[in-house]
């Protein structure tokens, strides 16, 4: 991965027609609803169900699901809250600082927008967002991939080890999950795929010219 601060030009005709969707500090609404969801959970262990996105259980009139399965907690622990809710903060901060407000906000409308899109097609619930996290931090990783972080707080590593690890995960579970959780995940990663599946698509052309110029020159 390789450091590109560019989003595809379209975005540009779309910012200048619904620039209105941006929305600033987009991290911190985000946080803010990860710490809802774990106080509500801590409370109740029944939130957990109602927080969730159901398509049947909002047909039935619990609109609220659309909105509240991104409030799923991304752990129960309070200690791993204080970080995951630091790390999903400085992702999105990252993006936004990269972006602007808009591309950064229309980047997390994406993958939710599609992931709502999908569960409702397929009846196909929504009940954990740690892949929706994951796509957040996958595009700060491809803008950054030399950035270091401290994984636990204590030991430096750059981004892109961290995403490449992600990635080989992500492999694994599409490889062993059905077909419906292939779907989701997909979905969910619908804005990473948009934003930078073309410069990936160029890399990989790229690395194949330049060994066939070697192969070539090699003989």
């Given at each position: 991965m390789a450091h590109d601060g560019r989003a595809p030009r379209w975005l540009s005709w779309l910012e200048r027609r619904v620039g209105w969707l941006a929305i600033p500090q987009l991290g911190i609404l985000l946080v803010t609803l990860q710490a809802l969801g774990f106080l509500m959970i801590l409370a109740s262990p029944n939130y957990y169900f109602l927080l969730a996105l159901e398509p049947h259980a909002v047909m039935a009139g619990q609109?609220?699901?659309?909105?509240?399965?991104?409030s799923l907690p991304l752990t129960t622990s309070p200690l791993w809250l204080i970080f995951t809710l630091w790390f999903m903060y400085f992702v999105v901060n990252t993006?936004?600082?990269?972006?602007?407000?808009?591309?950064?906000?229309?980047?997390?409308?994406?993958?939710?927008?599609?992931?709502?899109a999908y569960s409702f097609a397929t009846g196909y619930p929504v009940t954990d967002i740690s892949h929706f996290e994951s796509s957040l931090f996958l595009a700060a990783a491809a803008l950054y991939p030399e950035y270091e972080v401290s994984l636990f707080m204590i030991l430096p590593i750059k981004m892109k080890w961290l995403a490449l690890l992600g990635v080989g995960f992500l492999g694994m579970e599409l490889w062993n999950g059905d077909w419906g959780t292939?779907?989701?995940l997909a979905a969910t990663y619908s804005n990473y795929l948009i934003f930078f599946g073309p410069l990936h698509l160029d890399q990989i052309k790229s690395a194949i010219r330049r060994r066939r110029n070697r192969g070539r020159f090699g003989r």
């Open positions: 609109v609220w699901r659309v909105v509240t399965f991104l993006l936004e600082a990269e972006w602007g407000a808009f591309r950064a906000t229309f980047y997390v409308l994406v993958s939710v927008v599609v992931t709502v292939r779907g989701l």
